[in-house]
């Protein structure tokens, strides 16, 4: 009964996700909706835009913030569910995630007076889930954006306000 009812959900809308990321560079344009199809690539663990079997894939997506070395946060916000999604649609954006070497992501950057960062992990975050309950009520899941994500920003000269401002974006 509860996959029926998120099946239906997404149907609806009423399934809602939003990420926030941080990507190399701020994708052109600066807000909109990524729509190239989703398919599996060469190796099978990845996925491409194209690739075998795509299936359609839409995420809405807006640059919030700007830090240096030119890297973006971004507010996204996937309208389909398909696996790697949000990487795949940044990576054909030429704005691959933050320590996402699979998708063309960079594995470290150099900073103000030559720092070298590594992120440790790629640079995405579920950070609300919304789906309608049993009752007709509504499920609200938030997780805290992780430490190690802030200390990254951080360290990227990016300001703390932005979490806030990624996570209160209309993507609509």
Known sequence: A??????????????????????ERSPVPERGTWDAPIGRGPNPRLRVEGGRDPAPA?????VTARSQPGAAMLAVAPVTGRTHQIRVHAAGARAPLLGDRSYGGPARLTVARGRVIEPGRIALHAARVVVPGAGGDTLVAESPVPAELESLWS?????AEAWEVSLACALD
């Open 155 to 159: 360290a990227l000269g990016g300001e």
């Open 58 to 62: 839409n995420t809405r997506y807006a």
């Open 2 to 23: 509860a996959a029926a009812r998120l099946q239906q959900a997404r149907i609806d809308g009423l399934y809602q996700r939003r990420y926030v990321a941080i990507a």
